[in-house]
């Protein structure tokens, strides 16, 4: 019996955990799927393969490569059905309209591209799977959604094996994992609120898989390519108490490597830092978002208050765990003494990793509707450019250039109070400029070393791998 070869493609050298479930999904039903990463050969590799469907996942931002991708196997000569998932085509379906494109999937993958396998492989139409937008000719099809997967255990663990053809990924010793799925809260600047609507109340939104399940696909990674730290990337690492104390004891015993994690301010209390400390968290990211209390629970709706942020970083050093606080910098309306108080807030808690963002506007957000019914979105606007986190041009208001300005010099400032008012003075003096996006970049790249807990072994290691032959 034929069996449909499915190709996956990604533009970022690091485990994209979306596209290997799925491909560990289609590979346990034996559908025969390889993962690339673009680079010069891929298209050459992708001929040979000759997949019947080729999928892509998509965030905000990527979309212009993709289309790129696409016109380069187009001009290789591959016949092939064309497949995007993820966010961006989640929130924003019209990205149907391409004609280049034969189908998106919105929302969860796993079930969804199974069902759309099975049905090529049994010469059956496939225009009624649920979670698929199809275009045909210029006739949109487009079906509901099903519902999500209710336990995360019946899944397969993420299909690394496309790490043994590519050594730069294979000996990274940073590996990423992510043990949940779904978020309860409702910031506007993020989509959770918009999935929660579009499943509605038939699906369980916030699901976890179980601490057996997570320290097995440790140990079976482990083993296989090596783990020196962990990223766990879930939304809320530490929002089950019962949960946390199985995974840490586990961890603490099984793995015993240093990991990150991403929590909330408002849910890590004293008892939930210690066992995080005791398994060996080096570090724990949370949102600030602003300075400013109001801006932060009525127009994100973040519900957090600066005495719990306070606190928390109090824990945090307490038993020695470091922290990166997320910023934004470009809120509706925001002045620039609003912004400086995001700076002043970080400069008082003393984090140790501060890390600013422009605010991006990402349609199918409640503030992307929020700014856009205010006629705060100039006609600069454009989706395709939306999705850096360290630009925002088309805020329409008179300060949004020395919002920029305040960007630049948000990581060093935060870290260094004595700069303040010379750099606040430049801020407000001066058009951005070469300069100033110099000093930021200086202080990402810094910044990002930090975070990564990067030593002068692991920085030659990269540049190894990486610029003398990423693949080899």
């Known amino acids: 019996m034929k069996k449909t070869k499915i190709a996956f493609l990604q533009k970022d050298w690091e485990d994209n955990l979306g596209i290997l479930w799925i491909s560990a999904v289609l590979r346990k039903h034996d559908f025969k799927t390889e993962i690339w990463v673009e680079r010069n050969d891929t298209y050459r590799d992708l001929l040979r393969f000759s997949p019947d469907v080729v999928c892509y996942s998509c965030i ?117 994992f992510i043990t949940s799925r779904g978020c309860p809260f409702d910031c506007t600047f993020c989509f959770n609120h918009t999935l929660k609507r579009l499943y509605g109340s038939a699906s369980l939104y916030v699901r976890r898989h179980s601490a057996g399940y997570v320290i097995r696909e440790l140990l079976y990674v482990r083993q296989q390519w090596g783990i020196e730290e962990v990223r766990f ?4 690492f530490a929002l089950d108490a019962r949960w946390l104390k199985d995974f840490t004891e586990a961890y603490q015993k099984e793995i015993n490597r240093p990991y990150s994690i991403n929590a909330r301010v ?128 088309y805020l329409q208001q008179e300060n949004i250039g020395q919002l920029q300005n305040i960007h630049s010099f948000s990581i060093l400032v935060s870290r260094y109070k004595v700069l303040g008012p010379l750099f606040k003075f430049f801020a407000v003096r001066f058009k951005p400029n070469l300069i100033f996006r110099s000093i930021f970049k200086l202080s990402y790249l810094c910044l990002t070393l930090k975070r990564a807990h990067i030593s002068i072994w692991r920085i030659l290691w990269w540049w190894k791998y990486y610029f003398a032959g990423i693949s080899k």
Not at 302 to 314: G, R, W
């Open 60 to 176: 905000t931002g990527s979309q212009k490569w993709i289309y790129s991708s696409i016109s380069k196997i187009k001009l290789s000569g591959i016949k092939t059905k064309f497949i995007v998932g993820g966010p961006h085509v989640t929130f924003y379906p019209e990205f149907i309209n391409n004609p280049f494109i034969t189908a998106i999937c919105r929302g969860e993958g796993e079930e969804a591209m199974l069902e759309y396998a099975q049905a090529l492989d049994d010469a059956k139409e496939p225009y009624g799977i649920k979670n698929f937008y199809f275009n045909l000719n210029g006739e949109i099809i487009k079906n509901e959604v099903r519902p999500l997967i209710g336990d995360l255990d019946t899944l397969p663990f993420p299909d690394r094996s496309y790490y043994n053809k590519y050594k730069f990924l294979a000996t990274n010793p940073y590996k990423i």
């Open 233 to 236: 990337s879930d939304d809320h």
């Open 266 to 393: 408002d849910v890590l209390d004293e008892e939930r830092i210690y066992m995080l400390k005791r398994s060996g968290c080096r570090l724990v990211c949370f949102g600030i978002e602003t300075g400013r209390e109001d801006l932060r629970n009525k127009i994100l709706k973040k519900n957090i208050k600066d005495e719990q942020i306070i606190q928390t970083a109090k824990l945090l050093r307490k038993y020695k765990i470091k922290f990166l606080a997320s910023n934004i910098i470009g809120l509706p309306n925001e002045t620039v003494d609003d912004a400086w108080k995001t700076i002043e807030i970080n400069q008082k808690i003393r984090t140790d990793l501060p890390w600013f963002s422009m605010m991006q506007y990402y349609p199918g957000t409640e503030i992307y509707t929020y700014a856009k019914e205010q006629g705060l979105l100039s006609d600069k606007y454009n989706l395709d450019e939306v999705g850096g986190y360290f630009k925002n041009n």
